[in-house]
């Protein structure tokens, strides 16, 4: 794979990234990505006319109905389609990947493994990330896993790709995949459903519905961004807001008491192994 050099007619190489499918981790990722068109030369295929219109025409993204259009050329193969549609996915490729080409995986419950066999192959450099939704607007969270047939040119580039929407943390066993589902993956559904919560109480206590959802979500975003520029603990964060007998101490013992950890817990397993059963599951289908 070409990382960006020069030539000796000191034109710009630029790495070819493809999208196979224009879902909301696709447009996700290509909204970051189509701000450095300097390094990219970016492709996205999808079946539907007004997401093709969308990329083409906001983003500066080619985009085609059909992925055949300009797999040949890319250097970097993206599977951003559902697990669901792997097995089918995987089966068409089986002709058309070649051997320099980086599959990159953004999909959840579809193993490393499981793409090789797809794809009729023992070796191949192959990417799994897992994204989540707030890298729209770059503050994104991804956990990768490279095998050990990727090169450190395909890591650099990788890494450049999800580092322009957020973090990204680099994982040594294909298994923490799914603990990174939990943690990362999922969990912006915790917080939206913890701040839909939070909202509707306030307005129950008497704050008119804007004021209680704008507190919201202020007090999540700054409670955030505080954790990440300070260099304390979460737990004494935590306690830094809790004065001896005072409200936040009643509202904590309260959450202690009703066991929120247990919940929080038994929540983050549910996703954790729902991916482990996809993967199951996907792994039969994909022959």
């Not at 792997?86 to 990159?104: A, G, N, V, Y």
């Not at 509707?200 to 206590?205: A, D, L, S």
């Amino acid at each position: 794979m070409q990382s960006v050099t020069k030539t000796n007619s000191d034109s710009t190489i630029k790495a070819r990234i493809g999208f196979i499918g224009g879902g909301n981790m696709a447009r996700a990722i290509l909204t970051s990505l189509s701000e450095q068109q300097d390094l990219f030369k970016l492709f996205v295929c999808d079946r539907n006319a007004d997401k093709r219109q969308f990329f083409q025409d906001t983003l500066g993204v080619s985009a085609s109905a059909d992925y055949r259009d300009f797999m040949e050329s890319l250097d970097i193969v993206v599977l951003a389609v559902k697990p669901q549609g792997f097995p089918s996915l995987l089966d068409e490729l089986k002709s058309l990947i070649k051997p320099h080409q980086l599959i990159i995986s953004v999909a959840a419950g579809v193993s490393v493994e499981a793409i090789l066999r797809g794809i009729g192959q023992k070796s191949h450099p192959i990417i799994r990330v897992m994204p989540n939704t707030p890298s729209t607007i770059g503050l994104g969270a991804s956990a990768i896993y490279a095998n050990g047939e990727v090169s450190e040119s395909q890591q650099a580039i990788t890494q450049t790709i999800f580092s322009s929407c957020g973090v990204t943390a680099w994982l040594q066993e294909e298994q923490l995949i799914s603990a990174a589902v939990a943690v990362s993956g999922s969990s912006p559904a915790y917080i939206y459903y913890l701040m839909e919560i939070m909202t509707k109480v306030g307005i129950e206590m008497g704050l008119d519905e804007t004021s209680s959802k704008t507190l919201t979500q202020q007090a999540v975003l700054g409670s955030a961004k505080y954790s990440q520029l300070s260099d304390l603990s979460l737990e004494t964060l935590k306690k830094n807001v809790m004065s001896p007998k005072g409200t936040t101490e009643q509202a904590i013992f309260s959450l202690e008491n009703n066991h929120f950890d247990r919940i929080i817990k038994e929540a983050m397993s549910a996703a954790f192994d729902r991916d482990q059963e996809l993967s199951k599951i996907i792994s039969k289908e994909i022959k």
